[in-house]
Nanobody, 125 residues
Framework: QVQLVESGGGSVQPGGSLRLSCALS????????MGWFRQAPGKEREEVAK???????SYADSVKDRFTISKDSAKNTLYLQMNSLKPEDTGIYYC???????????????????WGQGTQVTVSS
């Protein structure tokens, strides 16, 4: 059984930082690709960042130079370091697993078969 469990969400003021974690079980983070997605109220779920099996990364333009995706293969855990947070970063953040080991085959949400339950991030003064 594949499970993804996010943690690390919370409330922060603009300009602050948060680090999200996603613990994966039932699959190896070393052989697949992982991604972070978010969904704001009334909006569609959008891709934030992805990392392939060989540590290739991609980011949405809105988070480039502020967010960093990484993984710890020994812990089978995915991370998202979020700096310089803005109110528009508010939403529920989900981690997801794609069976392909290269990001070319993990293009959109439909390519990610397994999802976590989400963790709330609120950026507000």
């Amino acid at each position: 059984q594949v499970q993804l469990v996010e943690s690390g969400g919370g409330s922060v003021q603009p300009g602050g930082s948060l680090r999200l974690s996603c613990a994966l079980s039932g699959r190896s983070i070393s052989t697949g690709s992982m991604g972070w997605f978010r969904q704001a109220p009334g909006k569609e779920r959008e891709e934030v960042a992805k990392i392939g099996a060989y540590a290739t990364t991609s980011y949405a333009d809105s988070v480039k130079d502020r967010f960093t995706i990484s993984k710890d293969s020994a812990k089978n855990t995915l991370y998202l370091q979020m700096n310089s947070l803005k109110p528009e970063d508010t939403g529920i953040y989900y981690c997801a697993y794609c069976a392909a080991n290269v990001l070319n085959f993990c293009g959109g949400t439909s390519d990610f078969r397994y999802w976590g339950q989400g963790t709330q991030v609120t950026v507000s003064s």
